[in-house]
Antibody, heavy 122, light 108 residues
Framework: EAQLVESGGGFVKPGGSLRLSCAASGFSFSNAWMSWVRQAPGKGLEWVGRIRSKTDGGTTEYAATVKGRFTISRDDSKNTLFLQMSNLKTEDTAVYYC?????????????WGQGTLVTVSS | SYEVTQPLSVSVALGQTARVTCGGNNIGSKNVNWYQQKSGQAPVLVISRDNNRPSGIPERFSGSNSWNTATLTISRAQAGDEADYYCQVWDSSTARVVFGGGTKLTVL
């Protein structure tokens, strides 16, 4: 079964940077489209962005709230997904989940990691 | 941009049927997906593409989608079904994922 394990969360000051990682196993990572979804404390789910498989172009899409500040990348040789976050704002405080999209023709998230907490505060 | 609306809360008596709605303009033309999130846990996909149950999801969970409303139906509700439920669609006009605000299901 698919397993996703996020890491890299922590405490950072506004304007700072942080890089999250997601180690994947149990499925064909290189063929999967991957997304990050976040959840602010006590709030609902918010999609952050996704990256297609390299065979589908490896392109990325982002939510308007993070575009230009966040970058999603992948290392298929290590079955790892990344989220590089820069110019962080207090409103970026959230649990960040790594998710899979195994069916590329329809966007939904089959598997979720346990999440990693990012706290942005002065 | 496309928006979907969910009720903040739904209550259901133990053993009865719960219905959680997700409203949106012509949502019937979109694929609607549903996630269950229990307290302190990561979300779990319970319905994909309107009415498809992933492996391991009980048959008590079903979905429908027509016109301006998609519905997640939970039959014979159990205490273990208490959770937040989120609907999700893909907005092709903006190339963005859209989540509903979530519905808290309480089993009485």
């Amino acid at each position: 079964e698919a397993q996703l394990v996020e890491s890299g969360g922590g405490f950072v000051k506004p304007g700072g940077s942080l890089r999250l990682s997601c180690a994947a196993s149990g499925f064909s990572f290189s063929n999967a489209w991957m997304s990050w979804v976040r959840q602010a404390p006590g709030k609902g789910l918010e999609w952050v962005g996704r990256i297609r498989s390299k065979t589908d172009g490896g392109t990325t899409e982002y939510a308007a709230t993070v575009k230009g500040r966040f970058t999603i990348s992948r290392d298929d040789s290590k079955n790892t997904l990344f989220l590089q976050m820069s110019n962080l704002k207090t409103e970026d405080t959230a649990v960040y989940y790594c998710t899979t999209q195994l069916m590329t023709s329809v966007t939904y998230f089959d598997y979720w990691g346990q999440g990693t907490l990012v706290t942005v505060s002065s | 941009s496309y928006e979907v609306t969910q009720p903040l809360s739904v209550s259901v008596a133990l053993g009865q049927t719960a219905r959680v709605t997700c409203g949106g303009n012509n949502i019937g033309s979109k694929n609607v997906n549903w996630y269950q999130q229990k307290s302190g846990q990561a979300p779990v996909l319970v319905i994909s593409r309107d009415n498809n149950r992933p492996s391991g999801i009980p048959e008590r969970f079903s979905g429908s989608n027509s016109w301006n409303t998609a519905t997640l139906t939970i039959s014979r509700a159990q205490a273990g079904d208490e959770a937040d439920y989120y609907c999700q669609v893909w907005d092709s006009s903006t190339a963005r994922v859209v989540f509903g605000g979530g519905t808290k299901l309480t089993v009485l």
